[in-house]
């Protein structure tokens, strides 16, 4: 697909009327984590703040990391996870997962930490009402990475996914190791074949397979299913997903086994074909209680590329054999499977497969219910971050200034907005709204061009909309 050379950035369109208002916290390449009001105002830089994701805690205080691991000795490997207040004062880290001693770097604790942390008090990484994550105490849950073998899935070394639960003062008291539970996650054989020639290779530490790539993680929390008698939703049970396998999933936390599973395969059943493939889905979470759709899944369904299995024309070796270029949010029922409500680039506006491309991110990106009914959505690959209404309307979107220098995207992993009552430091912003510009009247000439200087009026062509094709037919060739 094309791409622009120049487009506007910054806060595009807003109707402060029809938006949950608050202040939303990201990523910025290549700068740090950066908060910015509704009008796209940068209100406060954490320089040098890493976020795999960025998040905020009641106070105006924020989580992220200090430093990533060199890419030759680990893939996405987080130094740290830690807290800072408003003036950048560490308040908590933890780095003691696993002592490190790379080649020709200096020996070093890590936390390995990728993709995914939450605090206690809070089921997710975003405002939930009536929780709230704690900021001077409790534990916290994190992804993490460490490096093993496991015959049942390859003979190569593997870069396996691991959750882990810490203490306030650093203990670890929980964890749970990805690829112990291989068998219960619903390989076929084809899938296997595959998975142990090609266990999704890195080229970080002479060749690591990303097996699974799990990229989110949190707790249920307090759900109607459970309430109703369903012990596959204990409040404390993990939902995570495995980028590249496909697969969304809950971990039973006392016993450590997976008690309920969408994919690998979503040909299985005529629920899962009816719910439709999920492809490199990133942000699985259930709605916390509280917010509208309490219960239901939320997720951004990628599609792109992922997955194991047999070949076919865009996947000849049967590596990342699921394929789909264009991207939907997805809200269903963990129960039915039924699809409560999503968006899609034909709900977008993009009418026709042709253009479904527009609505695209392969890889990264995120969703989050708001307390209004809204949504807000983080198209990654882009740098655009939308809030739509449940009727699919964008009345708020943002597109990322922020450039890489070393690599010149302005990709964004994951956003969230909080209250403005978080930031006690701040008074609340001026809310200003933002017309959505007409793209054929917007001009960096300052004229449309759609009003030509001269107009040459053809003689023997018939007036033609161009709805039913793409050229004027003269008369006398219909």
Same mark, same amino acid.
């Given at each position: 697909m094309g791409y622009p050379s120049v487009y506007p950035t910054g806060t595009t369109i807003y109707d402060p009327d029809k938006c949950w208002n608050g202040y939303t916290i990201f990523q910025a390449r290549e700068v740090g984590a950066s908060l910015i009001d509704m009008n796209g105002n940068v209100v406060q830089v954490w320089e040098g703040l890493k976020g795999f994701p960025n998040s905020i805690l009641p106070g105006g205080y924020v989580m992220g990391s200090t430093g990533e691991r060199p890419m030759q000795f680990g893939f996405q490997d987080q130094i740290d996870l830690a807290q800072v207040d408003w003036d950048g004062n560490f308040v908590w880290k933890f780095d003691r997962y696993e002592y490190i001693e790379d080649p020709g770097e200096e020996p070093m604790w890590m936390a390995?930490?990728?993709?995914?942390?939450?605090?206690?008090?809070?089921? &997710?990484?975003?405002?939930?009402?009536?929780?709230?994550?704690? &900021?001077?105490?409790?534990?916290?849950?994190?992804?993490?990475?460490?490096?093993?073998?496991? +015959?049942?899935?390859?003979?190569?070394?593997?870069?396996?996914? !691991?959750?882990?639960?810490? !203490?306030?003062?650093?203990?670890? &008291?929980?964890?749970? @190791?990805?690829s112990e539970h291989f068998d219960e996650l619903g390989f076929s054989e084809a899938a296997k074949n595959i998975m142990s020639r090609n266990p999704?290779?890195?080229?970080?530490?002479?060749?690591?397979?990303?097996?699974?790539?799990?990229?989110?993680?949190?707790?249920?929390?307090?759900?109607?299913?459970?309430?109703?008698?369903?012990?596959?939703?204990h409040p404390e049970n993990i939902i995570w997903d495995g980028r590249q396998t496909n697969i969304i999933a809950i971990t039973d936390k006392k016993k450590g086994n997976v008690v309920w599973r969408v994919g690998p395969d979503y040909d299985a059943?005529?629920?899962?074909?009816?719910?439709?493939? @999920?492809?490199?889905?990133?942000?699985?979470?259930? @709605?916390?209680?509280?917010? +509208?759709?309490?219960?239901n899944i939320l997720v951004f369904d990628n599609g792109g590329w992922a997955g194991y299995g047999l070949p076919n024309p865009g996947a000849p070796t049967g590596y990342n054999n699921a394929l789909r270029d264009y991207s939907r949010v997805l809200e269903f029922d963990p129960v039915t499977l039924k699809i409560a409500w999503q968006f899609t680039p034909e709900l977008a506006g993009f009418e026709g497969p042709a253009n479904s491309y527009k609505f695209y991110s392969p890889f990264i990106s995120s969703a989050q219910r708001l307390p209004n009914g809204n949504t807000l959505i983080t198209e990654g690959s882009d740098g655009r971050i939308i809030e739509v209404t449940p009727e699919h309307e964008i009345v708020w979107e943002y597109i990322s200034p922020f450039w890489g220098k070393k690599r010149p995207v302005n990709i964004l992993y994951r956003s969230y907005r909080v209250p403005y009552e978080w930031i006690p430091q701040l008074a609340k912003p001026e809310e200003k709204p933002i017309e959505r510009l007409e793209n054929s009247e917007f001009s960096i000439t300052g004229g449309s061009p759609k009003k030509a200087q001269r107009v040459i009026k053809m003689e023997g062509v018939r007036d033609f909309s161009g709805e039913s094709g793409f050229c004027v037919i003269p008369e006398d060739e219909e």
């Open positions: 390995r930490q990728h993709h995914d942390f939450q605090r206690e008090g809070c089921p &997710v990484g975003y405002y939930v009402p009536g929780m709230e994550p704690l &900021v001077d105490r409790g534990n916290t849950l994190m992804v993490c990475h460490k490096n093993l073998r496991n +015959p049942k899935i390859s003979d190569k070394l593997l870069l396996d996914d !691991t959750i882990i639960e810490v !203490t306030w003062d650093g203990e670890i &008291v929980w964890e749970w @190791i990805c999704s290779m890195r080229p970080s530490g002479g060749g690591m397979g990303s097996w699974m790539h799990m990229n989110s993680m949190s707790v249920l929390g307090p759900n109607r299913w459970y309430e109703g008698g369903d012990e596959r939703f059943t005529p629920e899962l074909r009816e719910l439709g493939w @999920i492809i490199g889905q990133h942000h699985a979470h259930m @709605i916390p209680k509280g917010l +509208p759709g309490a219960g």
